[in-house]
């Protein structure tokens, strides 16, 4: 099972710039703990200290919401991932 | 009705073969809220006032600080101390004396936010929290006024052109608002990009041509200079814009 997790900028410049990484997982959650694994360093900026996902950082699966199940929803051979970071800055 | 004045203000952009005169009065009979005056409410101010908007109206209840001259290019050393939007207007009524500039200091909260923009043709998104963020996109949606959201962090920045029951909502993306942040690395030139894009944007949708950012955030990373996109899907269960008629 292959799954394509798209990644916002702020993220991508913590794992070399790359746009895509390729994960295997049946949930969202697996497929963040994979990719988490491989780049742990984007697991501090996502989640909080008892693993929840920042509110700040919302999952889209196949560009749409899976809001409140970021972590539970299935996925399939083929879905995209987005990982999106609201930017509060002004 | 555009005077000579007018006409001679503003000739490059009337040159401009998809906006011309009747694009020009199309802003000049326009109304802008900016909601903030930091590093995006100032430049995308800046660029509404020399652009000819008829009426702008600047709110932010905060006073200039020293630390905010690295990016709120309307606030100099000598207003240190002063309300921002006081500061702003001063500066945008010397560069074009043929607009109204409308400074008010004041809180945005749930209870005033529809008040204040009713009047409004559209609103700038200029804050630096995503509370006030959220209660601007509740009051727009509420108000049926399009909110032109920008946000950035560091050298990166989004934007994206929210049309209250026809494209997504903030909420839409972000159900639960998330809690206050410390203060943010920026650097001045990621709110002044950003806030000329969401300008860019206002005068196509006020004077009516071009593609807009609907349905879509448009991502800029200024570690690499790259431009990406993400389509944006409006959430039928969205508590503030989900009940509405599609």
Known sequence: ?90 | MLTKDDLTRYERQILYTDFGENGQKRLKQAHVVVAGLGGLGCSASLYLTCTGIGHVTLIDCDRVELSNLNRQILHYEEDIGEGKSISAARKLAKLNSSIEVTPVVKKITERNAREIIKEANLVIDGMDNFETRFILNRACVAEGIPFIHGGVHGLFGEVTTILPGRTPCLSCIFPEIPHRQVSLPVFGVAPALVAILQVTEAIKLLAGFGSLLTGKMLYFNGNTMDFTFRKLVKNQNCPVCGTKEV
């Open chain 1, 1 to 90: 099972m292959s799954i394509q997790v798209k990644l916002h900028p702020i993220l991508q410049s913590l794992v070399g710039g790359q746009e895509v990484v390729e994960v295997t997982g049946h949930t969202t959650g697996e497929c963040l703990e994979n990719l988490e694994n491989r780049f742990p360093v984007i697991k501090q900026l996502i989640r909080d200290k008892q693993g929840q996902l920042r509110p700040y950082c919302q999952i889209l699966v196949n560009s749409e919401s899976v809001y409140p199940k970021e972590l539970t929803t299935p996925v399939e051979d083929g879905d995209q991932i987005d990982i999106v970071v609201f930017v509060t800055g002004g």
